[in-house]
Nanobody, 114 residues
Framework: QVQVVESGGGLVQPGGSLRLSCAAS????????VGWYRQAPGKQRDLVAS???????NYSDSVKGRFTISRDNAKKTAYLQMNSLKPEDTAVYYC????????WGQGTQVSVSS
């Protein structure tokens, strides 16, 4: 069973930054497709950023230019650098690590408020 653990969430003021981490227990992490999702109260879970095994990234329009996804295969960890945060970025952020099977972390809360 693969374990996926997110960390780095918290409370930040508008315009601030946070970096989320997603650590996976699988030695084959370097072959995985990794996505960061978020879910606000009463809303569906949406994909905000992804990175494939070759390092190709994609972003939702709502975060493009503000968020950066990256990965360190040696550490079996993916990151989501979030800059210029807005109140509408408030949500629980989840990491999804996928081969033929996918695994989710437990989520980390990000709150953007003054």
């Amino acid at each position: 069973q693969v374990q996926v653990v997110e960390s780095g969430g918290g409370l930040v003021q508008p315009g601030g930054s946070l970096r989320l981490s997603c650590a996976a227990s699988a030695s084959s992490f370097r072959f995985a497709f990794v996505g960061w999702y978020r879910q606000a109260p009463g809303k569906q879970r949406d994909l905000v950023a992804s990175i494939d095994r070759g390092g190709v990234t994609n972003y939702s329009d709502s975060v493009k230019g503000r968020f950066t996804i990256s990965r360190d295969n040696a550490k079996k960890t993916a990151y989501l650098q979030m800059n210029s945060l807005k109140p509408e970025d408030t949500a629980v952020y989840y990491c999804n690590v996928r081969w033929t099977t996918e695994y989710w972390g437990q989520g980390t809360q990000v709150s953007v408020s003054s």
